[in-house]
């Protein structure tokens, strides 16, 4: 089993910027990739970024450039530096980890961008 905890939501003007934080632990040496994945209100969620064990990094296109993935082994955390903040950014953020073909989620930590 794996636990992630997430942190660093808030309310951010355009333009601004957050760092998110996902901190797992339980099983950590099976955990194969980890992602960040986001749901605004009335839609789907959609896969922002993800990162490889092998520290492999790939973003959606509407995040290219802005948002950076990373990962501190020695915490067992990954971040999400998120720049230039849209609007259109604003969504429930979530932290997903995959070990042994099996999906964990953290509970969520919410993004505001807004004058």
């Known amino acids: 089993q794996v636990q992630l905890v997430e942190s660093g939501g808030g309310l951010v003007q355009p333009g601004g910027s957050l760092r998110l934080s996902c901190a797992a632990s339980?099983?950590?040496?099976?955990?194969?990739?980890m992602a960040w994945y986001r749901q605004a209100p009335g839609k789907q969620r959609e896969l922002v970024a993800t990162?490889?064990?092998?520290?492999?990094?790939d973003y959606a296109d509407s995040v290219k450039g802005r948002f950076t993935l990373s990962r501190n082994n020695a915490r067992n955390t990954v971040y999400l530096q998120m720049n230039s903040l849209k609007p259109e950014d604003t969504a429930v953020y979530y932290c997903?980890?995959?070990?042994?073909?099996?999906?964990?989620w953290g509970q969520g930590t919410q993004v505001t961008v807004s004058p």
């Open positions: 339980g099983n950590i040496f099976r955990i194969n990739s």
């Open positions: 990162i490889t064990s092998e520290v492999n990094t």
């Open positions: 997903n980890a995959v070990a042994l073909g099996r999906a964990h």
